[in-house]
């Protein structure tokens, strides 16, 4: 069964360092996200991309977050300058879109920021 | 931001017996619900959902109920088994992003 899939499965960083998180979407989904999850806290969704833009973005992902694929596989979160509160799960989701709307996710990976 | 709200955080419930998992929600225009079970140390899994212009949909064990007038829903694991235990989350899609709860862990005790 096709399944999204997400690397490294787990990143140190120091603060102020720059990451970048990939995720492998489904082939055949358009739809694209990412969520996080801080511990003890809700996931909580970050952006969607469509047809190579963001559609939708929430209050969270700010000016040092940005989303690109580069390819026609993977999808990646870059944050700039990495702060101690970016420590989380993030979550990469797609979905095949048209009248199908269950995301599927894929394993996380953890951000620790030190 | 309390739009999707998971009462219990924690469910004990004896093999073989019913789980009952529950879901209020603040917007009467989410018109999708969706039920996943997450693992630790893994990512949420779908299980199940529903639509606004149903009230119930089955799949195996599992069962989601929706009350659009209590804004309310519900998911019932039927017989509960060991490998049910995780952490359950259920959702609502708001303009294509999806707005989780805060999870109920379910222990199945064997």
């Known amino acids: 069964e096709p399944e999204v899939t997400q690397t490294p499965s787990h990143q140190v960083t120091q603060m102020g360092q720059e990451v970048i998180l990939h995720c492998v979407p489904i082939s055949n989904h358009l739809y694209f996200y990412w969520y996080r999850q801080i511990l003890g806290q809700k996931v909580e969704f970050l952006v969607s991309?469509?047809?190579?833009?963001?559609?939708?973005k929430s209050e969270i992902f700010d000016d040092q977050f940005s989303v690109e694929r580069p390819d026609g596989s993977n999808f990646t979160l870059k944050i700039r300058s990495t702060k101690l509160e970016d420590s989380a799960m993030y979550f990469c989701a797609s979905r095949v879109g048209l009248a199908v709307d269950t995301q599927y996710f894929g394993p996380g990976t953890r951000l620790t920021v030190l | 931001d309390q739009q999707v709200k998971q009462n219990s955080p924690s469910l004990s419930v004896q093999e073989g017996r019913i789980s009952i998992l529950n879901c209020d929600y603040t917007n009467s225009m989410f018109d999708y619900f969706l039920w996943y079970k997450k693992y630790p140390a893994e990512g949420p899994t779908f299980l199940i959902s529903?639509?606004?212009?149903?009230d119930k949909n089955e799949d195996g064990r599992f069962t989601v109920f929706l009350n659009k007038s209590a804004k309310h829903l519900s998911l019932h694991i039927v017989p509960s088994q060991p490998g049910d235990s995780a952490v359950y989350f259920c959702a609502v899609r708001n303009t294509g992003k999806l707005i989780f709860g805060q999870g109920t862990t379910l222990q199945v005790k064997p």
């Open positions: 991309f469509y047809n190579n833009e963001i559609s939708e």
């Open positions: 529903i639509s606004s212009i149903k």
